[in-house]
Structures are given as structure tokens and as C-alpha cells.
């Protein structure tokens, strides 16, 4: 839910990077606050287990300027990947803005995205959201590993409408920055529409 | 949402008034989402920001908790440190009130004076609420935001 704040003159938005387990959703974060200029970024805020992985959420704001005398900031999730933190994934999705699914392109993963992406669907609609008609990007990250399946064949089986799809390697920073892009032009566009 | 300055205003003096009775180093409301809405007092190289989504996840988690155990609402939550304390409450099951205190408070006394004001600050927040959904229907966004055109967006990132 946008947060409009007449008093502060600022709009506010969330978007969560949803996905599979290991997918990179957290490795697109921490590159983003890596390279955002510092005046533009807050702290990186990662809830993690002893070995790194997303336990509960990773946020980070970020403040993009000002559009139309209005301070645009972004507040960045992740949700956990991992199946059974479902309850927390669904938490961190109350008053989302706008959805990045982060896809793991290699083969060996890709039951992981079909059923992720359900799982998105699914929880989305637990808070009267439609995954069809809110702002969505797909990404489709470890583009360099050999195991990578090809882009036609999970644009086939991963798009369900027509939302822009990028291709990146989080490792590297590939395709981080035009994904955050894309999807806060959909939420911007989405909240100029209402 | 959306919060005007004269809604602004109205919760900043409750939250004024609440941090002088209760003597909190901080006073600060936010959203269930973790949008920060008002605050009084500081403290040093706080970053508010952070501590809004903590606290809104934090809320949430307890919640998720109450739900599975079949509580329908855990309005307060209190974290005992050595030498602060955090005191969250649900107000009106839309936003978090958040106090931090040290010794020169209690928790008695927070929770007493947290209490005297719920319904000062419930009524504001309904009052808000119900200006944003009428707000939502009539037109969502300010004037200004609906010219935005897809270069105002190119220029956010230079």
C-alpha cells in the first residue's frame, strides 16, 4: 500500500524480491546497497541464519529524488526462499507495491520457480492482492552457469502475462539495477493510474 | 495511506504529550507496514527507518504467532534490555506505537500513560483511515503525481 505523506511531501512504496530458495534474491539487495549512492541508500538490514541465509527478511530503503515535488523512497524485501518459512513470506508481502520474482535459470531448479511462483500467487491473494494486474517483474538470474536453461524455455514456462523479463547475474550486477528500474516504473506508472 | 499535515499535526501533539508524561527517549508511530508516521525525542544516530521495519516485522511475527495458537490479538509487546527498553503497542489493529525508556521511566508507567492516550489516538487514526479510503475512491494520488511522465522516472535514476 503506498504510503502518501502529505506532511513529509514523500511517497513511499514497498517491493519484495520473492523467489525460490538460493535464487539471489538477497545477492541483488546487497548489490544494490553496494553501489547506490550513499545519500540515496539507508542501512542494509539482513535478519539471517548463522549460515547466511534469509531467515526472516533482508530491507534496505532507498530514496530515488524527487518527482513532481514529491521525495520518492523505496523500501527493498527479500522474503526467505526456503519452503518452510511460508508464514513469514507471507508476512513480508502485507502492503507490497510491486513484486520482483527472482527465477534460478538452471535446470535443476526449475520446479523450485514453477512452484514459487504458485506459492507468490497464493500468498498474494491471502492479502486480497492479484499477482495479474499488480506491478511484476521477472528475473532471470544465474544467466552465466552452464546449467542455465534456455531464456525461450522459461519465459514458456515461468511468464504468465506480459511483464517485462530480465536477464541477470546478481553475482556480477548484471540486470540488478534495470530490474529495480523496471519494477519501480510499474509501481510508479500503476500509482499514477489509480 | 495518505497523511496530511494536519493529521501530522494532530498526532504529533498526542505523541508530544505521551513522551513528557511517560519521560520515553522516544515516542514513534508507524504503520503495520513499517511506514513511519510521527516521532518525538531522539536518539543518537537512530536510524528510524530501520527501526520501523524491525518493528513492523517484529509485529507481525507476533501476530503470525497468535494467529497459529488461535489468539486473535497480541496488542502489546514489551523487550526488557539493560538499560533500554522497547514497549510496542497495536493501536487500533492499523498502527504501532512505539516507545523506548530507560531508567528514568518504568514500564508501569509507560503502559499507564499508553493506556490514557489509545483512545486519543485511536480516534486519529480512524479518523485518518476513513479519510484515505474515501480519499481512495474520489482519486488516489495528489494532482501533481498524475502528470508524472516516463521521463520524470528516467530522471530518478540520473
Known amino acids: 500500500m503506498t504510503f502518501i505523506n502529505y506532511a513529509a511531501r514523500e511517497i513511499n512504496c514497498k517491493i519484495v524480491y520473492y ?34 541465509r534469509t531467515l526472516f527478511f533482508d530491507f534496505m530503503p532507498i530514496e530515488l529524488g524527487t518527482i513532481r515535488g514529491f521525495r520518492t523512497r523505496f523500501h527493498l524485501y527479500t522474503v526467505p526462499g526456503q519452503v518452510f518459512y511460508d508464514a513469514s513470506r507471507r508476512l513480508i508481502l502485507k502492503g507490497v507495491d510491486g513484486v520482483v520474482f527472482v527465477a534460478d535459470s538452471q535446470e535443476l531448479r526449475h520446479d523450485a520457480n514453477i512452484e514459487s511462483i504458485q506459492n507468490l500467487r497464493e500468498n498474494l491473494a491471502e ?15 544465474k544467466r552465466d552457469l552452464p546449467s542455465a536453461l534456455p531464456v525461450e524455455q ?29 519494477v519501480i516504473k510499474q509501481v510508479l506508472i500503476d500509482l499514477k493510474s489509480r | 495511506m495518505v497523511l496530511t499535515e494536519e493529521d501530522h499535526t494532530r498526532f504529533q501533539a498526542i505523541l508530544d504529550g505521551l513522551a513528557e508524561a511517560s ?5 514513534f508511530l508507524l504503520d503495520k507496514n513499517g511506514q513511519q508516521i510521527a516521532s518525538c525525542g531522539q536518539i543518537d544516530d537512530l536510524d528510524l527507518t530501520s527501526l520501523a521495519s ?28 539493560q538499560e533500554d527498553n522497547v514497549h510496542l503497542n497495536v493501536v487500533s489493529d492499523r498502527m504501532i506505537l512505539l516507545i523506548i525508556f530507560d531508567e528514568r521511566s518504568s514500564v508501569g508507567l509507560v503502559r499507564l500513560r499508553v493506556q490514557q492516550q489509545l483512545d486519543a489516538l485511536a480516534a486519529v487514526i480512524d479518523d485518518v483511515m476513513a479519510k484515505t479510503e474515501k480519499h481512495d475512491k474520489i482519486q488516489q494520488v495528489p494532482e501533481q503525481l498524475g502528470e508524472i511522465t516516463d521521463e520524470d522516472i528516467d530522471t530518478l535514476f540520473g
Open chain 2, 23 to 27: 519521560n520515553a527517549k522516544l515516542v
Open chain 1, 127 to 141: 492479502h486480497g492482492y492479484e499477482i495479474d494486474t499488480m506491478p511484476y517483474i521477472l528475473q532471470l538470474n
Open chain 2, 54 to 81: 524491525l518493528a513492523s516485522g517484529t509485529v507481525a511475527a507476533t501476530q503470525g504467532m497468535g494467529q497459529l495458537i488461535g489468539e486473535p490479538s497480541f496488542s502489546t509487546l514489551f523487550h526488557e534490555g
Open chain 1, 19 to 52: 523467489g525460490p530458495g538460493l535464487c539471489g534474491k538477497t545477492t541483488n539487495i546487497q548489490w544494490i546497497h553496494e553501489r547506490a549512492r550513499k545519500e540515496a541508500k539507508g542501512k542494509l538490514i539482513s535478519l539471517a541464519t548463522e549460515t547466511d
Open chain 1, 154 to 182: 522459461l519465459e514458456r514456462d515461468l511468464r504468465f502475462k506480459d511483464e517485462p523479463i530480465i536477464e541477470a547475474v546478481a553475482t556480477t550486477g548484471k540486470g540488478v539495477f534495470d530490474t529495480l528500474k523496471a
